[in-house]
C-alpha cells in the first residue's frame, strides 16, 4: 500500500492541527495504522496507533489527552488530530502500515513520506 501523509505546518502552542494519511494501491482497510514522529537529532519515536476496524488505539503517555486518532475505511484515510500543540510536538510525523496495532516501528510495512509539523511558542 501507498501512503501519504499531509497536514502538517506551523502552529502556535495551545493550537491544533490534523494531519491526514491517504492509503492508495491495496486494500487500506487490510492493515494496521500507526503514526510515528522524528524530531531533528532525536529518534523517531511512536505517537500512536489504530486497528483495521478503527475500534482499538493507544497512544505514547505525552500525547495521551490531547490527540485523536482515528480512521475512515470507505476514504482510505486515517487522521490524526493533534490539539493543545506544544513546542515539544515538532517534528516529521510519518503514518505507516502494517498487519497489528504496535509502537514498534519496524512491524510497519509501509511508511509515507512524512509531514513536517512545527509548533511555536
Known amino acids: 500500500v501507498q501512503l501519504q501523509a499531509s497536514g502538517g505546518g506551523l502552529a502556535q502552542a495551545g493550537g491544533s492541527l490534523r494531519l491526514t494519511c491517504a492509503g492508495s494501491g491495496r486494500t487500506f482497510s487490510n492493515y494496521a495504522i500507526g503514526w510515528f514522529r522524528q524530531a531533528s537529532g532525536k529518534e523517531r519515536e511512536f505517537v500512536t496507533a489504530?486497528?483495521?476496524?478503527?475500534?482499538?488505539?493507544n497512544y505514547v503517555d505525552s500525547v495521551k489527552g490531547r490527540f485523536t486518532i482515528s480512521r475512515d475505511n470507505a476514504r482510505n484515510t486515517v487522521y490524526l488530530q493533534m490539539n493543545s500543540l506544544n513546542v515539544e510536538d515538532t517534528a516529521v510525523y510519518y503514518c505507516a502500515a502494517g498487519q497489528i496495532r504496535t509502537h514498534v516501528a519496524g512491524a510497519y510495512e509501509f511508511w509515507g513520506q512524512g509531514t513536517l509539523v512545527t509548533v511555536s511558542s
Open positions: 489504530i486497528t483495521q476496524s478503527g475500534r482499538d488505539s
